[in-house]
């Protein structure tokens, strides 16, 4: 919840609590700062989708980024897969290059999204759409998409519209973003990615006491049913219960 906070507040009030507000004329938008732009995600760069046609996979090869590697702005090697090249017509195959986004199409993930990072090289899009910005930072627009104003006051709402969860290049092109002159994008993805890394580092490290916390409670648990621990002067008496 936080990590999510920190990034709404940036990509949405900027970092200067001082700077002049106006009215971005969106009601669940709000105030923005009166020197930022509201355009249409489209005006900054393509979109396109994916392959069609579910591709042999390979024991080894090309990458193919699908939906599976996708979740909350990060690309995950788990479940990821190759294929030879020469197996897709050639017209269909989206080559990806770093900076590039993924933006899961359909599915329970619709509407999550990932930028590729230099250390995926050369890799082929899946099903989903690809994002190439042309008129904003590439570091700046996954920082958007996963705030609350796009992610879960439009891109969620248009997904649901369908029987399945669903989203197409028209609708995610339609979608308001608010975007601050480049200068002030450089300065939010440096400000945000120092947070989030910290916040990061918080939560794995929560993640282990969390860990060490079960392992303890289960050996309190196993020593107490097993008798290697004398439990009977920690019962709690009738009369204490009562009152």
């Not at 986004?101 to 082929?124: H, L, Q, W």
């Not at 580092?201 to 060490?212: D, F, R, S, Y």
């Amino acid at each position: 919840e936080k990590r999510q906070a920190v990034i709404s507040q940036a990509v949405t009030m900027g970092l200067d609590p001082n700077v002049p507000m106006k009215d971005s004329g969106v009601e669940w938008l709000g105030k923005v700062p009166a020197h930022w732009g509201i355009v249409a995600l489209k005006r900054l760069g393509s979109i396109r989708y994916g392959i069609g046609e579910l591709p042999k996979y390979q024991p080894d090869g090309v990458p193919l980024i699908r939906a599976t590697n996708v979740h909350a702005g990060k690309l995950f090697d788990d479940g990821l897969v190759f294929v030879d090249p020469d197996d897709i017509p050639s017209q269909r195959i989206v080559w990806l290059a770093a900076g590039d986004i993924i933006v899961v199409r359909s599915g329970a993930y619709t509407g999550d999204s990932a930028i590729i990072p230099e250390a995926y090289g050369r890799c082929i899009a899946g099903f989903d759409m690809v994002v190439r910005c042309s008129n904003v930072i590439p570091q700046f627009l996954p920082f958007v998409l996963l705030s609350s104003y796009l992610k879960f006051f439009q891109i969620d709402l248009l997904k649901l519209r369908a029987a399945q969860p669903h989203l197409n290049a028209e609708e995610l092109g339609a979608c308001i973003v608010v975007v601050p002159p480049e200068a002030d994008q450089a300065d939010i993805v440096r400000f945000l990615v120092d947070q989030l890394s910290r916040i990061d580092t918080l939560i794995a490290e929560a993640e282990v006491a969390v860990g060490i916390l079960r392992e303890r409670r289960a050996a309190l648990i196993s020593a107490a049913v097993t008798g290697k621990i004398d439990v009977r002067g920690l019962v709690p008496q009738p009369e204490a219960v009562a009152a």
